[in-house]
């Protein structure tokens, strides 16, 4: 095995969390999930799976990844989500690669799913992240929304090969579902800092990742999965906007304590 911990955040993962287990089971004898008040059995498929499960109390998606790595047996983290899956290329070059300089962090490929359909353009299909890091030098941004890691300046990126695949929504529904929960997220982000809803955030912005993700970047080509996408990433762009604008006492800090905006997107 990899001297690498897997770290993995869930809420309501049934579904996926034993076939992202089983991929990770290729790399590590160390997989952690931390579990947010999961209600379908997920932490009872994990533990029968052989990981060790924790059960935190929700703060946000960067304070959790970080509980998650501060119970990790080796330093070096491979960070992923429930519905996230490393294909055998990942973990065969995992198995190569040296991990002696905590000073480098690893970008991994994503090839992305609508339903059962891989998406090969528009923005998700030129996916990427880094996920692979050692924890003596990088951590998660404790960021209510997106994240983000902290990297320190002399830090060097690296590509893995291989890829993790991203079984992101079901359908339409569930995408629909998770924009405008994370719009909701965003829009509490943008207040605590004071963003504004310009004109051109509410009216310009949705039409430019339209165009951006339907067009420039072809997801065209992907077929009405590309125009789903390229459409609902234009109406969050529009939502959070217009909820900030809308919604001038909308609060993040009461609003992460609500289960259903716990979501992974």
Known sequence: MVPVSVVIITKNEAEMIAPCIIAAQLITDDIIVADNGSTDGTPAIALGHGC??????????????????????????????????????????????????????????????????????????????????????????????HETLLLPQNIKIKRLPGHLHHYSAKDAAEFMSKADHYARLSAGKYLMSNKKPTFLKLHIAPIFHFIKNYIVFLGILDGKAGWDIARMISKHTRLKYRLLRDQPGYSYEEAKMKDDLVVEY
Not at 60 to 82: C, E, H, Q, V
């Open 52 to 145: 060790r499960v924790f059960h935190d109390r929700w703060e946000g998606y960067g304070i959790n990844k970080n509980k998650g790595i501060a119970r990790a047996k080796y330093n070096w983290i491979l960070s992923i989500d429930a519905d996230e899956i490393a294909d055998p290329g990942l973990a065969a070059a995992l198995h190569l690669v040296a991990l002696d300089d905590p000073n480098t962090v690893y970008d991994i490929k994503f090839k992305s799913y609508y339903g059962k359909k891989l998406i090969r353009f528009g923005s998700w299909g030129r996916d990427h992240h880094i996920r692979l890091f050692n924890r003596t030098r990088v951590k998660w941004l404790a960021s209510p929304v």
